[in-house]
C-alpha cells in the first residue's frame, strides 16, 4: 500500500507534526531550557535578546500548513498534533490544533502564572527592560514552552492519545520521531489499527511500521496527498473517546 491508497481511503485523519514543517518557512527548531533561565538574569536578558529578532515573529506558513489546512476545510481532520510552538498551522487557518510543546504566542508568569501575549514581553524587552515582568505580580515572565526536562501536561497528552487512537489514519509529518511522548504516539496508532503515512526526508524509527513512507520535504509531499480524491463509502471508522470506554 502506498501513501496515495492510504490517503484515498482515509477520512478521519490525525495529522503529528514536527520542526520539518516549519524549516521551509525560515523557522529553526525552538529551543528553551528553563532552569538556567530561571535562575540567571543574564541568562533571561541574553535569552530575549537573541528572541527579538527571532525569524518566527515574521514568518508565513508554507505549502505544508496550507495542505493541511485544506485538509481540514474537506472535513478530514481529527485532530493536528504539533510539536511546532510558531503558531504557524493556525495562521495557515487550522483549528483542530493540538500543541503538544506549548505556544511561543504566549508567555507565563513563573511565580504566579498569569498568561499574557508574547507581543507584551517583546514590547518590554524592546523598550529597554532586560526581560520581561509580570504585570500581576512582578515576577519573571518565560515563554509559554515545554522546556527541555519538563512533561507535555497531562491534559493534552491524553487529547493527542484520543486523537490517535480516534482515527483512520495518521499523518506523521516532517518529524524525526525520536522525542517521546510525541513519537510514541505512532506505535500507538499502529496497535489501535490506523494507517500510518511518515513523511519525512531521512528515516525514522517507525518506517518499518508505517503502512506508506514519503521520503520528501513536507512542503512538496502534503500538497499532493492532499488532492488524492476519497474514494472510500460508508461509515468513518472512529473508536470514540476512550475515557467512555
Known amino acids: 500500500m502506498g501513501a496515495r491508497d492510504v490517503m484515498a481511503v482515509a477520512r478521519r485523519i490525525t495529522v503529528l507534526t514536527g520542526a520539518g514543517v516549519s524549516f521551509p518557512s525560515g ?18 536578558r541574553s535569552a530575549w535578546r537573541s528572541w527579538l529578532d527571532d525569524p518566527m515573529w515574521s514568518a508565513e506558513p508554507n505549502a505544508a500548513h496550507t495542505a493541511l489546512a ?35 504566542a504566549r508567555v507565563v508568569c513563573a511565580s504566579c502564572g498569569a498568561a499574557a501575549p508574547v507581543a507584551d514581553a517583546l514590547a518590554q524587552v524592546r523598550a529597554g527592560a532586560p526581560y520581561p515582568v509580570c504585570a500581576a505580580c512582578g515576577g519573571v515572565r518565560r515563554p509559554a514552552v515545554v522546556a527541555f526536562g519538563e512533561p507535555v501536561p497531562e491534559p493534552v497528552l491524553r487529547e493527542a492519545r484520543t486523537a490517535v487512537l480516534d482515527c483512520d489514519a495518521l499523518l506523521a509529518v516532517g518529524t524525526s520521531l525520536t522525542v517521546s511522548p510525541a513519537s510514541d504516539l505512532v506505535g500507538l496508532a499502529v496497535r489501535a489499527g490506523a494507517a500510518v503515512v511518515v513523511v519525512n526526508p531521512e528515516p525514522t524509527p517507525y518506517d518499518g511500521v508505517a503502512a506508506a513512507v ?3 520535504p513536507a512542503e512538496e509531499a502534503l500538497p499532493e496527498l492532499v488532492a488524492v480524491p476519497v474514494t472510500a463509502s460508508g461509515p468513518v471508522r472512529t473508536w470514540g473517546d476512550p475515557s467512555t470506554w
Do not use: C, I
Open 214 to 216: 514519503v521520503r520528501a
Open 27 to 44: 523557522v529553526a527548531r525552538f529551543a528553551f531550557a528553563a532552569s538556567p533561565y530561571l535562575a540567571s538574569a543574564a541568562a533571561r
Open 70 to 104: 485544506e485538509l481540514e476545510r474537506a472535513g478530514r481532520v481529527r485532530s493536528l498534533l504539533t510539536q511546532n510552538v510558531d503558531g504557524l498551522h493556525q495562521r495557515a487557518g487550522s483549528a483542530a490544533v493540538v500543541e503538544l510543546h506549548g505556544s511561543m
